[in-house]
């Protein structure tokens, strides 16, 4: 088994190093006239350079590519979105399309369709930027309404069924005495890798957004999933798998993976499964001045300096893989500090990382982009600070802007706007082309 898993993993670390590839057959894969002298040229694998190249060009924009619901006015500023992303110059769109909970909603059509519009429209201005989507830590009872399709099965090997995803299945830990892990009042919890019924669930997700256009997939707390499965066993197939996939089907032949990962890597054997690693900035209070934060080498479980060397999946090998560093979104206290800094939590002065950025003033907001952007690059170059563009946000600030922070600029178009806009666009543009 041990030989097995090498050979596994030495494919992945070596998949772009094969003289010949695969012919592609998939509905968005196949081109070939992206300009090789650019910064951004890949194909078949990633060179760190062209990663890290991208990764500062990196954007949070959650849910950008998922259509909007009349009933509740989602999403109501997207052609002013369109017009931010392209204005700033992002490359990379993190958390562009997922699902937490409403998983049935993939069986529209509508859905996945709408996503191919817009990226096919994204990629009519940029050819070369990325949009991801997310394998994520929870899943709900409402997958239980969603047909599996043929192509996952036989992806398998296994005699096709007509049947849905069954939640149970993916959430069931191997001690059965071990307690569901996420589990929420809407039922599910979190999927285990080592459940047959979660790679199925995870595949058809990877499948159906490389399809898309989508290059690169986050997989979200990978710890947690991979809870069962302390060796990597089943994480190690499963992810080369998809990356086969992609290898057939995505536009450059290549999909980016990446997780948040506390101990500084997901390795095996001294390869990472991911292309680079990622983890909320863990913004620490400061004492004795309520409301300001800052970023600190070895505060919480901050990945600063924790970057774990590795043979990364193209080949190369690092002494620090790549990270991107986030704002988080995970709620907000229910008892707040009245101005007393509280450093056992991750929260900062009571909220998420994203929440607590949307409160400043619009002036603090840009000076701290400024801070954080600078203080990374001097800590740590293997660190890159993802500018966050739309994020959901909590508390009475959310509900004022249709629950979500915006960097667009303010104006007619999105009258929510928090303008950070043309401050991260500053930042980018003033930033050396060599790190």
């Given at each position: 088994?041990?030989?097995?898993?090498?050979?596994?993993?030495?494919?992945?670390?070596?998949?772009?190093?094969?003289?010949?590839m695969p012919q592609h057959n998939g509905a968005t894969g196949g081109r070939t006239d992206f300009p090789k002298e650019s910064r951004y040229y890949f194909d078949g694998s990633i060179s760190r350079e062209t990663l890290e190249n991208y990764l500062d060009r990196s954007v949070t924009a959650g849910y950008f590519l998922v259509p909007g619901n009349p009933e509740n006015y989602l999403f109501p500023f997207r052609e002013d979105d369109i017009r931010?992303?392209?204005?700033?110059?992002?490359?990379?769109?993190?958390?562009?399309?997922?699902?937490?909970s409403e998983e049935s909603k993939l069986a529209d059509p509508e859905f996945l369709a709408y996503a191919k519009r817009l990226i096919d429209r994204m990629h009519d201005h940029d050819p070369e930027i990325i949009f991801q989507g997310c394998l994520f830590e929870h899943v709900s009872a409402d997958v239980n309404n969603l047909k599996i399709p043929a192509r996952v099965f036989r992806a398998f090997d296994l005699p096709v069924e007509d049947r849905t995803f069954r939640v149970e299945d993916m959430v069931k830990r191997t001690d059965p005495g071990a307690e569901v892990m996420m589990r929420s009042g809407r039922g599910g919890?979190?999927?285990?890798?080592?459940?047959?019924?979660?790679?199925?669930?995870?595949?058809?997700?990877?499948?159906?957004?490389?399809?898309?256009?989508?290059?690169?997939?986050?997989?979200?707390?990978?710890?947690?999933?991979?809870?069962?499965?302390?060796?990597?066993?089943y994480y190690a197939e499963f992810l080369?798998?998809?990356?086969?996939?992609?290898r057939q089907n995505a536009r450059r032949r290549y999909v980016l993976l990446d997780g948040h990962t506390p101990r500084g890597g997901f390795l095996k054997d001294g390869v990472s499964l991911l292309d680079f690693n990622s983890f909320p900035l863990r913004i620490k209070e400061v004492t004795g001045k309520p409301m300001e934060g800052v970023l600190e080498v070895g505060y919480g479980d901050g990945i600063y300096l924790k970057s774990r060397g590795a043979v990364s999946p193209s080949g190369w090998k690092a002494?620090?893989?790549?990270?991107?560093?986030?704002?988080?979104?995970?709620?907000?206290?229910?008892?707040?500090?009245?101005?007393?800094?509280?450093?056992?939590?991750?929260?900062?002065?009571?909220?998420?990382?994203?929440t607590w950025f949307a409160m400043q003033?619009?002036?603090?907001?840009?000076?701290?982009?400024?801070?954080?952007?600078?203080?990374?690059?001097?800590?740590?170059?293997n660190g890159h600070l993802q500018m966050c563009v739309i994020r959901m946000i909590s508390g009475p600030l959310g509900e004022q802007s249709f629950r979500s922070y915006f960097?667009?600029?303010?104006?007619?178009?999105?009258?929510?706007?928090?303008?950070?806009?043309?401050?991260?666009?500053?930042?980018w543009h003033t930033m050396p082309d060599n790190r």
């Open positions: 088994m041990n030989t097995k898993l090498r050979n596994i993993l030495t494919v992945i670390a070596l998949a772009g190093s094969c003289l010949s931010m992303i392209q204005n700033i110059g992002a490359k990379f769109v993190g958390r562009a399309i997922y699902r937490w919890g979190t999927p285990m890798i080592n459940n047959l019924e979660t790679r199925l669930w995870f595949y058809f997700l990877a499948v159906s957004y490389i399809d898309i256009g989508v290059e690169a997939l986050h997989l979200g707390q990978v710890e947690l999933i991979g809870r069962d499965d302390p060796d990597k066993t080369q798998k998809i990356r086969a996939y992609a002494e620090s893989m790549p990270y991107l560093v986030e704002f988080d979104n995970f709620g907000i206290r229910r008892d707040p500090p009245a101005g007393v800094a509280n450093h056992n939590d991750h929260f900062c002065w009571g909220y998420d990382d994203i003033d619009e002036a603090a907001r840009n000076a701290w982009l400024r801070y954080a952007f600078d203080w990374l690059r001097k800590t740590d170059p960097a667009n600029t303010r104006s007619v178009a999105c009258p929510v706007g928090y303008s950070q806009e043309e401050t991260i666009k500053e930042i």
